[in-house]
């Protein structure tokens, strides 16, 4: 018995002495019997004020009005512990997001004596997790409107960048049915039609980043993608691009996965980017060597695109996936390419990784949820 008494006493002064937590104890009616200092710190009622009182005081007029606190009981008294979150009332009427655990108290012949009750403000995580919603629905806001720009101002200007294509084009012939040859004019006409070319490249660009942010599809548009099919056609079309260099370009390719539950088109599109950026950028000394392979990796499929080609500094790595960032000017490029490639690969829940060194090559390893 004393040995009981002890801990029951060591117990009693331990839940008095908690500060972090409010603890109270009430009988099976929800009369609070017991009010510790952490209570008393975070409602602001002392301990005269509650004891004997129905502990529904400490909720809103609202819940009160809906008979929340009996129903909180009842679920704790069925159940073994019954948790939730909600506002709670001070005695100042001011209000605080509570995470609460009601857990009965039963006797050696089960008999439900009481009921404990221990409560925590979250207020200030609650606070955190609004302002985070707030402004994750600013950026949704902010997005949606830079997309509709973006959208009006490619669609807008294709019509007189177009017509000027055209005059330019005019101008061309204009100059070789008349015979002019003044080399100032010619190139001054070369100037207008690259620059025009510059232009369109823009505008597509921005169309294309637009129709990305517009149509990335999700999870409920998944199919089954055979790896080697997609890889077959993609190399057929860049076929151009391996005539143009003097050393020879070599494609191995390894799909231990050959099925891929993800968007055809989306994963081609992956695909597709990762080898045209090998191809372009291999090495200009060297024979031009790319490996593409798939395999698992825990929970992942990891596409891998390996090459030995130019490679990139860490500085470069670090702005890689920037819109339109390009680090070199001796091929044909607009700079989205990987961008989208990441938008897409993020947005299905993935991540791209690059491991590359200046001059050795460089591997990108995409990984897909298995």
């Known amino acids: 018995m004393k040995t009981q008494h002890f801990n029951e006493s060591i117990t009693s002064t331990f839940i008095e002495q908690v500060k972090e937590y409010a603890i109270f104890a009430m009988d099976p009616n929800g009369i609070i019997a017991t009010w510790n200092e952490g209570a008393e710190r975070m409602k602001g009622y002392k301990e005269e004020d509650v004891i004997g009182k129905f502990y529904g005081m400490l909720f809103t007029e609202e819940d009160r009005a809906n008979h929340k606190p009996e129903e909180e009981l009842e679920q704790a008294k069925t159940h073994e512990q019954y948790q939730t979150e909600g506002w709670r009332l001070k005695k100042d009427g001011s209000l605080f997001w509570a995470s609460i655990t009601l857990t009965p108290i039963y006797n050696d012949e089960k008999e439900l004596i009481g009921l ?14 609004e302002n985070l ?18 959208y009006t101002a490619s669609h807008d200007l294709k019509a007189p960048i177009l017509n000027i294509d ?12 008349k015979k002019i040859e003044d080399p100032e004019l010619l190139e001054l006409v070369d100037f207008f039609r690259k620059s025009v070319d510059r232009f369109k490249l823009t505008i597509e660009d921005l169309t294309t980043i637009s129709r990305l942010q517009r149509t990335i599809e999700d999870e409920s548009n998944l199919e089954q993608v055979s790896v080697q099919q997609v890889f077959d056609d993609i190399l057929d079309d860049l076929k151009f691009l391996f005539e143009v260099n003097t050393f020879p370009c070599q494609v191995q390719s390894n799909f231990q996965v050959n099925v891929l539950n993800f968007s055809r088109k989306n ?8 080898l045209s950026n090998a191809i372009k950028y291999r090495s200009q000394t060297n024979n031009c060597q790319i490996n593409v392979s798939t395999y698992k990796e825990g929970e992942w499929v990891v596409l891998s695109v390996k090459d030995n080609g130019l490679g990139m500094s860490p500085d470069d790595q670090e702005k890689l996936y920037t819109m339109f960032k390009r680090f070199h000017d001796h091929v044909d490029g607009s700079g989205i390419g990987l961008y989208i490639v990441k938008r897409i690969v993020e947005n299905a829940g993935g991540k791209i990784t690059l491991t590359s060194e200046k001059g050795k090559g460089s591997e990108f390893k995409v990984y897909f949820q298995s």
């Not at 600013?138 to 720009?149: A, I, W």
């Not at 055209?166 to 049915?177: C, M, P, T």
């Open 116 to 129: 404990t009750k221990v409560t925590r403000d979250l207020t200030d995580k609650r606070r955190a997790e």
């Open 133 to 150: 919603t707030r402004k994750h629905d600013e950026l949704v806001v902010t997005n949606r409107d830079l997309d509709n720009f973006i």
């Open 166 to 177: 055209g005059l330019v084009h005019r101008l061309v012939h204009l100059f070789e049915d």
């Open 267 to 274: 994963f081609r599109s992956i695909l597709y980017n990762l």
